[in-house]
């Protein structure tokens, strides 16, 4: 665990990941970009309070429902960084030497690309799929099943000692744990009943979760923010709904204003 606990926790979450955006995005943008932010920053909450770090010092106005919602999100953060500090303990078995001071700051770096990556989805969406896919896959209200989809089988692949995000720069550091994860699961039997199969567990956990009729799906079309609930083709535009009738964090709250205002 890092000495400076408390701060490196505060500036993860009060870094403005959106800063990142090389120009000025439209409203549908901000509202999917701040959304997806907001999540893991709720996941994060949630995987502090698993490890006991932070003993409810970090409490922000979100709605119950959402925060349950969440938990698999949060628990499967949660894996990570267990991954994370037990690959870091487990260099001497490693034939590298790892470029962190610590797990830790190996779940920064990945938290910080996991945020990134969506930000970039949500930029630039034709790099998931072709324009002319994606545009068929909005008509026909697909976006969730076919994202689901993509996600189940990248972990599919790492359940089979394969790695899927080794081509992708933006996802560099989460690589190379999956890199020594794998390493070392194949090679120690303890590590990989005791980290890796969790890990795996938990992952495949938050994907169920995501396809609950709860769990909604947002995207972007003409400028706009809609999301998709239930199996996936009910789309809402949210954008357009001034006082929507199941806002994401609960009718009336001040959180859901405060996630919308313009920045």
């Not at 770096?109 to 994606?134: C, F, M, W």
Request: some cysteine; proline content about 6%; aromatic content about 10%.
């Amino acid at each position: 665990m890092p000495d400076t606990w408390d701060s490196a926790v505060t500036k993860i979450l009060t870094q403005k990941y959106y800063a990142c955006v090389p120009y000025e995005p439209n409203l549908g943008q901000r509202q999917h970009i701040q959304t997806h932010v907001l999540v893991w920053k709720i996941a994060l909450i949630q995987m502090l309070k698993i490890e006991e770090e932070i003993k409810g010092k970090l409490k922000l106005p979100f709605t119950p429902q959402l925060v349950e919602l969440l938990k698999p999100h949060a628990k499967h953060l949660h894996s990570i960084y267990v991954l994370c500090k037990e690959c870091h303990m487990g260099q001497p078995f490693l034939s590298y030497e790892l470029p962190y001071k610590h797990g830790f700051e190996w779940l920064h770096l990945i938290y910080k690309e996991l945020i990134n990556e969506g930000i970039t989805d949500v930029l630039h969406p034709s790099t998931q799929s072709s324009s002319a896919d994606r545009k068929k896959l909005l008509d026909n209200g697909e976006i969730k099943r076919h994202t689901l989809r993509e996600l189940n089988d990248n972990c599919t692949m790492v359940a089979n000692y394969e790695n899927p995000f080794r081509e992708n720069p933006g996802l560099h550091n989460l690589s190379s744990l999956l890199d020594a994860a794998i390493l070392l699961a194949e090679s120690r039997p303890s590590f990989n009943n005791r980290y890796f199969k969790p890990y795996i567990k938990s992952w495949r956990a938050m994907l169920k979760s995501m396809e609950s009729p709860r769990f909604t799906r947002h995207f972007v079309k003409e400028g706009e923010l809609h999301c998709q609930s239930g199996s996936g083709r009910r789309v809402r535009n949210i954008t357009k709904e001034s006082q929507p009738r199941k806002p994401l964090l609960g009718k009336g709250s001040k959180t859901y204003q405060q996630l919308f205002k313009k920045h």
